[in-house]
T-cell receptor, first 111, second 114 residues
């Protein structure tokens, strides 16, 4: 099993719909992150969490919300999806020491 | 605000040639990462550079870090087709006293032609 699992892998949704992307990890890491990748723009940080009670906005948090349900679970929600939120979304974890572990990604298309 | 700039953003080269990808960053940090990404895939960690003068090599790839110049390089020696991918550098904000997480460059799309 993967250390960082994202579900779904692919999703097509309609404008205005609410959608949740889920991330779970078996690394035992405290820190979890959501990134968005757009062609030619690299990865940009949406939200990050140091632990269950600590949630922080990244550089592009508008239009997104997150929930840290447990140390191992970190969900990203789009309350009302819009087409420019079409992107590849990555969840990542870190122990805070050195290495980051990325999930396989969720490809989201908003039509 | 931390900014990370890579160049070139696109590189087409022939097998057997050498080339270097550059990564500049704007604020103090001593933790620099290089990742590889194949189309539609996740990020594969290549190198983590932790101090000024750090040099790491794996196969045909070698990465270095100059924290004073805020510059890292990824050098490709005698390129082979299998190295075709997108390469990202990223800087850890936390080591520079900023917010947590990585700030990425836009990536270098590398195509190696036979």
């Amino acid at each position: 099993d993967a250390d960082v699992t994202q579900t779904p892998r692919n999703r097509i949704t309609k404008t205005g719909k609410r959608i949740m992307l889920e991330c779970s990890q078996t690394k035992g890491h405290d820190r979890m992150y959501w990134y968005r990748q757009d062609p030619g723009l690299g990865l940009r940080l949406i939200y990050y969490s140091f632990d269950v009670k600590d949630i922080n906005k990244g550089e592009i948090s508008d239009g997104y919300s997150v929930s840290r349900q447990a140390q191992a679970k970190f969900s990203l929600s789009l309350e009302s999806a819009i087409p420019n939120q079409t992107a590849l979304y990555f969840c990542a974890t870190s122990s805070g020491q050195l290495h980051y572990t990325f999930g396989s990604g969720t490809r989201l298309t908003v039509v | 605000e931390l900014k990370v700039e890579q160049n070139p953003l696109f590189l087409s080269m022939q097998e057997g040639k050498n080339y270097t990808i550059y990564c500049n960053y704007s604020t103090t940090s001593d933790r620099l990462y290089w990742y590889r990404q194949d189309p539609g895939k996740s990020l594969e960690s290549l190198f983590v550079l932790l101090s000024n003068g750090a040099v790491k090599q794996e196969g045909r790839l070698m990465a270095s870090l100059d924290t004073k110049a805020r510059l890292s390089t990824l050098h490709i020696t005698a390129a082979v087709h299998d190295l075709s991918a997108t390469y990202f550098c990223a800087v850890d904000k936390s080591s520079g006293g900023g917010a947590d997480g990585l700030t990425f460059g836009k990536g270098t799309h590398l195509i190696i032609q036979p």
